[in-house]
Nanobody, 117 residues
Framework: QVQLVESGGGLVQPGGSLRLSCAAS????????MGWYRQAPGNQRELVAR???????DYADSVKGRFTISRDNAKNTVYLQMNSLKPEDTAVYYC???????????WGQGTQVTVSS
């Protein structure tokens, strides 16, 4: 059974930092393409960043230069380091795992990030 468990969300002031973690189980983590998405109230879920099994990374324009995605295959974990946070980064952040061979997609339960003074 695939499980993706996010952690690290919370309340932070504008300009602050948070690091999100997503621990995966039930999958061969190293072959999966991993991503972080977010969804703010009234908005569609959008891609924030992704990291392919080979290490290639891709970011939404709105977070380039502020967010960094990384993965530790030994720990079956993907991270999202978020710096210089803005109120518009407020959303529920979801971890996503995609098997590149079957295109099967799995989601975590989400973690709330609130940027407010």
């Amino acid at each position: 059974q695939v499980q993706l468990v996010e952690s690290g969300g919370g309340l932070v002031q504008p300009g602050g930092s948070l690091r999100l973690s997503c621990a995966a189980s039930g999958i061969m983590f190293s072959i999966y393409n991993m991503g972080w998405y977010r969804q703010a109230p009234g908005n569609q879920r959008e891609l924030v960043a992704r990291i392919m099994r080979g290490g290639f990374t891709d970011y939404a324009d709105s977070v380039k230069g502020r967010f960094t995605i990384s993965r530790d295959n030994a720990k079956n974990t993907v991270y999202l380091q978020m710096n210089s946070l803005k109120p518009e980064d407020t959303a529920v952040y979801y971890c996503n795992a995609v098997n590149p061979f079957t295109t099967t997609s799995n989601w975590g339960q989400g973690t709330q990030v609130t940027v407010s003074s």
